[in-house]
């Protein structure tokens, strides 16, 4: 198969969960999946753009909001598709020959199940959350990685340069239904243990709703980081 996909990586201090993400994307390129890795830093001081170098990323820099990070990201992509993934996220053994099989019977746009790098019941009700949630109601988070067609993103508008929600702002402006692949992305759970499951996991809820209803992302953000 011939490189068609862009990966695009959002970063901010990444270095200790980028080096993982990145070896999980060696599936895809020994597939011939991968035209380019593109990581788009909001401004880190640790080692996270020499990581993204040492590994010949494109490396895009810029201020700090995850919105215009991967808007900054896709303006320089070359490929026909591209693959949004987050620093702390890691695509299973697998997904590569899922996401082939994808480009080749589907045009649409997909997403990954999310299952946390956590044991337990809180991360397993969590994920199964939001896992439904993208199911009944279309609305994946960026954690669940996003496949869409460069003519897909530029019809939709692209990501709005904003600090949240960026995610739920572009698949709504999508005129295809996603779909959801049979393989999963695993993501930290750094902010949930730190926050606790239950606290986070409300707080997440009560912070979609409040953006669906008009809510100002950047006051959102401001809130949800507190």
């Not at 991967?70 to 320089?76: D, F, H, K, N, P």
Request: glycine content about 12%; charged content about 20%; aromatic content about 8%.
């Amino acid at each position: 198969m011939t490189a068609t996909i862009s990966v695009i990586v959002p970063t901010l201090d990444a270095e200790k969960t980028l080096p993982g993400c990145l070896q999980a994307l060696i599936e895809g390129l020994m597939a011939g999946l991968i035209k380019e890795l593109i990581v788009t830093d909001g401004g880190s001081q640790d080692a996270t753009c020499h990581i993204a170098d040492e590994a010949g990323a494109v490396l895009v820099r810029g201020p700090a909001s995850r919105g215009g990070q991967l808007r900054r990201g896709a303006a320089v992509a070359r490929g026909t598709w591209l693959l949004v993934i987050h620093a702390d996220t890691i695509l299973e053994p697998g997904w590569a020959q899922v996401v082939a099989d994808h480009l080749e019977t589907a045009e649409g746009p997909a997403y990954f199940r999310l299952k946390f790098r956590a044991r337990g019941l809180m991360p397993t009700w969590v994920a199964g959350w939001a896992n439904l949630r993208s199911l009944l109601f279309g609305l994946p988070y960026g954690d669940q990685g996003l496949l869409i067609s460069a003519e897909d993103y530029q019809r939709a508008g692209g990501y709005p340069d904003q600090p949240l929600m960026e995610d739920v702002a572009l698949v709504r402006a999508l005129d295809r239904p996603l779909t959801r692949l049979p393989a999963r992305a695993l993501t930290g759970a750094e902010r949930y243990l730190r926050a606790g499951w239950l606290r986070r996991g409300l707080r997440n809820i009560w912070t979609l709703g409040r953006y669906l209803t008009g809510a100002d992302p950047t006051a959102l953000d401001s809130a949800y980081r507190r």
